[in-house]
């Protein structure tokens, strides 16, 4: 066989590979499922096929070339299954750019050892493939997930994984130096995407340590007046100003309409409103069951709005598409309030993980991962109950979670 030709179908071979690696890994990191279909099959074939190709066009003449774009289809594939932001994405990249590289240096040395007479083509062929096995056996044993989740729920590690490896490529770039334009493109670029990652992770801490605690502060002071201002007086539209201008200090925009002195039900409703015209994503739809025929024994009105809104936040900043299902019933003697929303189960735990302190399944969200955590203890205190289910809904055509809570 031609050389340049079979030399082409073991670079087709190899990229077909990494990018089996990457999707499993990838997966694994997310704690998502692989889903091994037709679509998924043809990408990694299209991608060996041209990645491969191009790297065999351009390994002698341009070798950082062929880097550049293997490195950036990879960064942007990773992009692509994971919908993360560029920082995530970053140290996604590291651990699975860290993970294949240590295993193929275990899989060279050890064929060094056996002293296989075969070309250096081939060689790296059965790294690869040796590689490849080993990659989808981790896979399945879910091993890089709990490093990886420690990592994205500490804000300070990935400042240090960022610097370092920012440190890390300076320090290769600056004794590897080629007076190259594609070497200097290529180090360019990774530098960028790193320094842009740093600059997000820098921002993300400067909200917590600088912006957080100021509010903090504020909200301790206005709550104090607002509580002894109530207690000063007891006219009710005194009361009303003052809470009304408590809200403007604190640059809250209630957005809440149609408020009726009395009618309890249609207050809900209002509350409900409100958060779909909140909604981030699109406008969602709702279907409501309200009865608040009483008020609670236990749980005063303001305390229902509040675990009826964290667990609209909870439904809404899930992205579905389908219907929110809110029931609600409140009589003197007992409390019922349950929310549906679609639902697609990323792993065997997340029941147990869900209400656990900076837990959450949503990825844009800058506070995020405390509102379930602490609802859970506010329902304890009360001596409620939440209940989770998990059933096929025939209606949407859709699995959905339910999330209850009672009081008896």
């Known amino acids: 066989m031609n050389t340049y030709i079979q030399d082409c179908i073991i670079n087709i071979i190899l990229n077909f590979l990494d990018c089996v690696m990457f999707y499993y890994l990838c997966n694994n990191l997310i704690n998502k499922k692989p889903k091994l279909s037709i679509k998924t099959i043809v990408i990694g074939i299209l991608y060996g096929i041209i990645m491969g190709t191009v790297a065999n066009i351009l390994e002698l003449s341009a070798p950082y070339t062929a880097k550049i774009i293997l490195n950036i289809t990879?960064?942007?594939?990773?992009?692509?299954?994971t919908r993360?932001?560029?920082?995530?994405?970053l140290i996604i990249y590291a651990i699975i750019f860290v993970s294949i590289g240590f295993i193929q240096l275990i899989a060279i040395l050890l064929l060094n050892v056996l002293r296989l007479g075969i070309s250096e083509g081939y060689r790296y062929l059965l790294v690869q493939i040796i590689t490849t096995m080993i990659i989808l056996f981790l896979s399945t044993k879910n091993l890089l997930y709990k490093f990886y989740n420690m990592i994205e729920k500490e804000i300070l590690l990935k400042l240090l994984i960022a610097s370092l490896a920012g440190i890390l490529l300076l320090t290769f770039y600056y004794f590897n130096f080629e007076a190259t334009t594609t070497y200097i493109i290529f180090f360019s670029l990774f530098l960028i995407i790193i320094f842009l990652s740093l600059f997000q992770i820098l921002r993300k801490i400067f909200f917590y340590t600088n912006k957080v605690p100021m509010q903090l502060h504020d909200v301790?002071?206005?709550?104090?007046?607002?509580?002894?201002?109530?207690?000063?007086t007891s006219n009710i539209t005194v009361i009303r100003n003052e809470l009304d201008k408590v809200l403007e200090i604190l640059d809250i925009d209630i957005g809440i309409k149609d408020i009726n002195m009395n009618d309890y039900n249609q207050n809900i409703l209002s509350l409900i409103?409100?958060?779909?015209?909140?909604?981030a994503y699109h406008e969602p739809t709702f279907l409501t069951d309200i009865s608040y025929h009483e008020p609670n024994a236990k749980v005063s009105f303001s305390v229902i709005l509040y675990i009826l809104g964290v667990l609209l936040d909870n439904a809404i900043e899930s992205g579905t598409e389908k219907a929110i299902i809110i029931k609600i019933s409140v009589i003197e003697e007992s409390l019922?309030?349950?929310v549906s929303n679609e639902y697609q189960r990323k792993s065997a735990d997340d029941f147990n993980k869900m209400f656990q302190d900076r837990y959450s399944t949503k990825e844009e969200s800058t506070l995020r991962g405390y509102g379930l955590s602490n609802l859970s203890k506010v329902v304890a205190?009360?001596?409620?109950?939440?209940?989770?289910?998990?059933?096929?809904?025939?209606?949407?055509?859709s699995d959905y979670i339910t999330i209850t809570i009672e009081v008896k």
């Open 273 to 279: 409103n409100q958060k779909k015209g909140k909604a």
């Open 84 to 89: 993360r932001k560029t920082q995530d994405v």
């Open 74 to 81: 990879g960064f942007f594939l990773l992009k692509f299954i």
């Open 336 to 338: 019922f309030i349950s």
């Open 220 to 232: 301790k002071n206005i709550l104090m007046g607002i509580y002894l201002s109530v207690y000063s």
């Open 381 to 397: 205190d009360y001596g409620g109950h939440i209940l989770l289910k998990e059933e096929y809904n025939k209606e949407q055509k």
